[in-house]
């Protein structure tokens, strides 16, 4: 059984993203379609897998990070407008049945990702 998970990493800070609000959608031909909201944790992690079994299916999708209001709510001083605001990841899902992690390892002006599992 498959899930998606992610994780922000602050690495401006040292320490894990925690209070990141980001939005899951799933993007077909005729449609980009929000499925959930949620916030990481103290560990910069959700509280479950953002999705799971058969939810999981293959396609694309996007996780959308609410970085700049992240450090903002830090107390960074940030530029208007921000050069970081929302970072969107694109990525397809080919196996439903396969683990897909994806990071976000951010600061104000850079952020990394990768396919963890």
């Known amino acids: 059984m498959g899930k998606l998970s992610t994780h922000v990493l602050d690495t401006a800070h040292g320490r ?35 999705l799971e079994g058969e939810l999981l299916r293959p396609g694309q999708y996007e996780l959308v990070f609410h970085a700049g209001d992240y450090f903002a709510a830090q107390g960074v001083q940030l530029p208007a407008p921000r050069f970081l605001d929302r970072i969107t990841i694109a990525f397809g899902v080919h196996d439903g049945t396969q683990n897909y992690h994806v990071p976000l390892v951010l600061t104000p002006w850079s952020y990394s990702t990768y396919r963890g599992s």
């Open 16 to 50: 894990p993203g925690a209070g990141v609000k980001l939005d899951l959608y799933r993007l077909d031909p005729d449609a980009r379609t929000l499925l959930k909201t949620e916030f990481t944790n103290s560990d910069g992690r959700c509280a479950a897998p953002l």
